[in-house]
């Protein structure tokens, strides 16, 4: 067993001192920066709206072709003198100059008066410093500290805001520098600017040969800056894995809607004999006002062939046609797409296994020495990993045990939530090899045999054990899982005409229903239902959303099963999970009793919050913002599992909780709240700018968010209560959940001081769980010993210090995952090793467990409490990381509340406003009464 894991993240060494930098600082300067928005304004149509200098393409540009530059200062676009680029060395005005010439020529398309102006600028740009041009600014040196850092109240590090985009690059070029050995090969890298931070890529490419045909792979070290709660000092945290190439496309041309592509090309500067050590980051997709394949507006391949006419250059086209002939290279360029499994299948396997792993970090911490240090290793911090589950080993002569007990516990946890109620199930099929697999599922996952069912007609059957009745009907689905009919008409709002195709489908249901075999009794709906790619040619045409609503406004709950050939896996197990999926939208699950030990008291219930954000890309187009709340008491006997109906301001059973949310999320009341996390950034286009209104929307969201938040929380001060909370998905709605806001055993709200955990219930503790949350906002791992053998471990860890609040909770691999050997190689073939590149390598997920409020001996000082004995935190980090498993489930990512939180967020499904409905058609919008 392992002792300890080790993270892939790293720390300012304090024995080094200050990391200090020379670095080579330019600002736009305020004439630039003014004749740059008069030529950006005069090629916009929009007006009233706020007004920021659209460059990021620039920026994109510069990275690709400027030497020596590092990253670009935020804001830059709004205020001139601002820092905008940095630098290793100054970037001469003969580079700078055309750069920034070809992209104000490329703002909007322009006449033969309008060329000229454009060389006008260039030529001034290049004058220098005569009397009435515009000029450069000067390069000035900034002694830079990259590690430089302020401490917080509650004592987090937060290091400048700069540094999180600045840092990356420095170690990216720092690491890149330094050619990696392994296994006899030399890998080398270049430098990928990322929204977050910053990726080394080897290149070129690997090859790797498989049945008859060429795929392209290479290795991938994504670089991000971090903060940690409580923590002294902040993180650099390293996500290694492959970067898959694609060679073919699977898709037709108008079905890509964007594909990433890595561009290698020379430096166009006589004098430059390097060709840099960057790829150029570019998005290409299909241009439906075109009809064809092109560049996306931010990609700086718009621009580089107007800077370099002689070398050839990818066509859009031909690189969607071709990929494999640019990722070899032609002449001196060359170029790869990302590949992502909606264009096509890839030969080569996601994910590295822990022994490589381990290799490629040891390479970074030997680059980032002496100035950066491993941050320090976990060790356990309890051997109680798992709750009371059931016994995995069966005796030989018992070998359905572990089958029986947990139908046994399905069907109690079923009668809790009927509460002595029928349960109605129609199954609506398009295959009935999908039907057949459902119907003889279903009494194998109560403890019946397959021919229990009560009832003679081939279509309807009853099962009856104990208090539980369920009634299952099927049919066939017909037209109803036919594509929805989107109207063709530019002249309204996608929003709208979704809403409208959605209530058409609403109608169709309401003819093709049938009336319920028992009167008070719970529905659902079990729809068989094509996948999404049978759906792709016709944007927003599948109806399972449409359905969902439709079902939710007759009272029924939904689940949705794809039709044999569209996914792979066995029938009979897809066909257990859909049965085991509407259990638990019953809310007929709970969690297994836990063993942490007698500090956890015995009348604890749980509470999640989880904030449901719809954009206007969102399922139905339309904006939606829905906090959910989900209380779970595991020592109630009926209705265990409950959510938070905010209108009637009471707790109601979880499938009422998931009908009400399809009813209330609607557009009227959301459309201008754009949550912060959206707000745009300073180098989008105007067009994408949000108004004053929007801001003003955007505050008032947030503090009926908080206000919500703070009302539940005195509705749960009568019992003990775990408070739950997703930090990278909250924070967007309560922004003090920010690691630099956070204060031990406190809770703030908006501009107010910090108040006590107390003010807001006796027995009340708080945990802040994170993932990745896309952003490697939680490093990776791998478990080791002194032996420097590593591998995986379930557990929860820590630091050795009673005091410590932030933990590690990893969870074992599941048994549906290919069991590979530990110190398999990918990246590069071996004679000694064994190596395959086909292999998908999957590792358990890290989940941050952060035990902001519990009653420690300075809280009950606090609240003046003699009656209790002080908590230890990491008995409730242990429960946190117990509530991921359950018996019916491989370990979950998140605690079983939290978990079911989040796909209450299945039924959020807000429309636009009817009255964008055309006159003639009204009566065709109308949701049933």
């Not at 928005?37 to 005069?42: E, L, T």
């Not at 809403?499 to 068989?528: F, K, Y």
């Not at 109806?543 to 969902?548: D, F, G, S, V």
Request: glycine share 8%.
């Amino acid at each position: 067993m392992y002792r300890t894991i080790r993270t892939a993240a790293y720390e300012p060494d304090p024995d080094h001192g200050p990391w200090q930098e020379d670095l080579h600082v330019l600002r736009l300067g305020e004439d630039l920066h003014a004749e740059l928005v008069r030529r950006s304004r005069a090629a916009q149509s929009e007006s009233g709206r706020p007004f920021r200098l659209p460059v990021r393409r620039l920026n994109a540009l510069l990275g690709a072709m400027a030497p020596g530059v590092l990253a670009t200062g935020r804001n830059a676009g709004t205020d001139g003198r601002l820092p905008w680029l940095y630098a290793r060395e100054p970037v001469p005005r003969e580079v700078l100059a055309p750069l920034i010439g070809t992209w104000a020529a490329a703002l909007t398309p322009r006449d033969e008066s309008d060329a000229e102006e454009d060389i006008d600028l260039e030529g001034e740009l290049l004058a220098g410093d005569r009397a009435g041009m515009v000029q450069i600014p000067s390069w000035e040196t900034e002694r830079v500290d990259l590690t430089e850092t302020l401490t917080s109240r509650g004592g987090t590090a937060e290091p400048l805001q700069r540094l999180f985009g600045l840092l990356p690059e420095w170690i990216a070029f720092r690491l890149a520098a330094r050619p990696l050995p392994l296994s006899g090969t030399t890998l080398r890298f270049r430098v990928v600017t990322s929204p977050q931070g910053a990726e080394l890529v080897s290149w070129p490419p690997q090859r790797y040969e498989h049945r008859g045909q060429a795929w392209y792979y290479s290795a991938r070290v994504r670089i991000t800056v971090h903060t940690v709660p409580f923590a002294p000092r902040f993180r650099v945290h390293t996500c290694t894995g492959v970067r898959r190439w694609a060679t073919r496309l699977s898709v037709r041309h108008w079905e890509l809607s964007g594909a990433t592509v890595l561009l290698d090309a020379p430096l166009p500067w006589s004098g430059e004999s390097s060709r840099g050590h960057r790829l150029a980051v570019n998005s290409l997709g299909y241009d439906r006002r075109r009809k064809e394949i092109g560049w996306r507006r931010h990609s700086p391949a718009l621009l580089v062939p107007d800077l370099d006419v002689v070398r050839r250059y990818p066509d859009p086209g031909e690189l969607f046609a071709c990929p494999e002939r640019w990722i070899e290279g032609r002449g001196d360029i060359a170029a790869g797409i990302v590949h992502h499994p909606a264009i096509g299948a890839h030969e080569v396997g996601s994910g590295l296994m822990p022994g490589e792993r381990a290799e490629l970090d040891a390479w970074v911490e030997d680059g980032l020495r002496p100035v950066l240090r491993r941050s320090a290793d976990l060790t356990r911090v309890t051997r109680r990993n798992t709750p009371s589950l059931l016994p995995r080993s069966a005796k030989r002569a018992e070998p359905d045990t572990r089958d029986a007990q947990k139908a046994l516990l399905r069907r109690a946890a079923l009668a809790r939530a009927l509460d002595g109620r029928p349960l109605d199930v129609q199954i609506l099929w398009q295959s009935s090899q999908t039907r057949d697999a459902l119907l003889a599922e279903l009494p194998k996952l109560i403890g019946l045999s397959p021919g229990s069912a009560m009832g003679a007609a081939a279509d309807a059957r009853q099962w009856r054990i104990g208090d539980v009745v369920i009634n299952v009907r099927t049919r066939a689905i017909g037209a109803l899982a036919h594509p929805l009919q989107i109207v063709a008409d530019r002249r309204r709002r996608r929003a709208a005409r979704v809403a409208e195709a959605v209530n058409d489908r609403c109608s169709q249901v309401t003819e093709h229903l049938e009336s319920p075999l028992n009167e008070g009794g719970l529905g659902l709906v079990i729809a068989e239902i094509a996948g999404k790619s049978h759906f792709a040619e016709v944007p927003d045409s599948d109806p399972k959303h449409a359905l969902r609503i439709a079902w939710a406004r007759q009272g029924l709950l939904s689940q949705f099963v794809n039709l044999p050939d569209d996914v792979a896996g066995n029938l009979e197990h897809r066909a257990r999970w859909t049965w085991l999926d509407a259990f638990r939208q019953l809310g007929a699950i709970s969690p297994p009793a836990h063993r942490v030990g007698a500090g956890i008291p015995a009348d604890l219930q749980y509470v999640a919050l989880w904030l449901v954000r719809h954009t206007r890309n969102g399922p139905t187009r339309s904006p939606a913002h829905q906090l959910v709340a989900v209380r779970v008491r595991p020592a109630e006997g009926s209705g265990v599992v409950e959510g938070w109906d905010a209108e009637r301001s009471e707790w109601v059973p979880y499938p009422r909780l998931l009908l009400s949310l399809t009813g209330g999320a609607s557009e009227a009341a959301t459309e201008a709240m754009e949550p912060p996390g959206e707000r745009c950034g300073a180098d989008d286009e105007p067009g994408q700018q949000r108004s004053r209104i929007q801001e003003g929307a955007a505050r008032r969201w947030q503090r009926e968010s908080e206000q919500q938040i703070r009302t539940l929380l005195f509705q749960l001060r009568d019992r003990p209560t775990l408070l739950l909370i997703g930090t990278g998905n909250l924070r967007q709605c309560w922004p003090r959940l920010r690691n630099g806001a956070l204060v031990r055993d406190m809770l703030g709200f908006g501009t107010e001081p910090d108040q006590r955990l107390a003010v807001y219930g006796p027995d009340l503790r708080v945990v802040l769980v994170r993932d990745a949350n896309g952003r490697d906002e939680v490093a990776e791992w791998y478990a080791h010993d002194t032996r420097d053998k590593v591998g995986f471990a379930e557990g929860v860890w820590g630091a050795a210090d009673p005091e410590n609040r932030v933990f590690s909770s990893t969870a074992s691999t599941p048994h549906t995952v290919a069991k590979l050997p530990k110190a398999l190689m990918k990246l590069v073939p071996s004679a000694d090793r064994r190596t395959a590149p086909g292999k998908t390598a999957w590792n358990p997920v890290q989940m941050e467990v952060c035990v902001l409020g519990c009653l420690s001996a300075k809280a009950l000082a606090d609240a003046g409490r003699t009656d209790a004995e002080a908590d230890r935190p990491a008995e409730w980090a242990t429960l946190a990381h117990q509530l991921r498993y359950h018996d019916d489930y491989p370990p979950l990512a998140r605690p079983l509340p939290l978990h079911l939180a989040r796909l209450a967020g299945q039924y959020v499904l807000p429309l636009a406003g009817v009255e964008e409905c055309s006159n003639d058609q009204s009566s065709r919008c109308q949701p049933p009464s």
